[in-house]
């Protein structure tokens, strides 16, 4: 069973910055989607951003402008760099790596974002 391991996680301060990353344990040779998703408390887990295996980014209209996804293929590795972070940033990080057809649908056990002064 394939994990996925995420890093970079912690508390920072209204403006800061702080980059996720997120690396699978065992090598996967295709991964179509790549993606992270925030679960703020007594919320549902949201999109926060992903990119396709062709490296087309897309992302929530509150991470645009601010928050960077990338993606290095050969380490399966995806990272989410965040900047000019916000109070309402705040949530669990989760990272998850897709198949379209379905073969696969990992999650990572997520990272938890503190956005305080």
């Known amino acids: 069973q394939v994990q996925l391991v995420e890093s970079g996680g912690g508390l920072v301060q209204p403006g800061g910055s702080l980059t996720l990353s997120c690396t699978a344990s065992?090598?996967?040779?295709?991964?179509?989607?790549m993606g992270w998703w925030r679960q703020g408390a007594g919320k549902q887990r949201e999109l926060v951003a992903r990119i396709s295996s062709d490296g087309d980014p897309q992302y929530a209209d509150s991470a645009k402008g601010r928050f960077t996804i990338s993606r290095d293929n050969a380490k399966n590795t995806v990272y989410l760099q965040m900047s000019n972070m916000k109070a309402e940033d705040t949530g669990v990080y989760h990272c998850n790596f897709a198949q379209w057809n379905g073969d696969f649908d990992y999650w990572g056990q997520g990272t938890q974002i503190t956005v305080s002064s």
């Open positions: 065992a090598i996967i040779a295709t991964i179509d989607e």
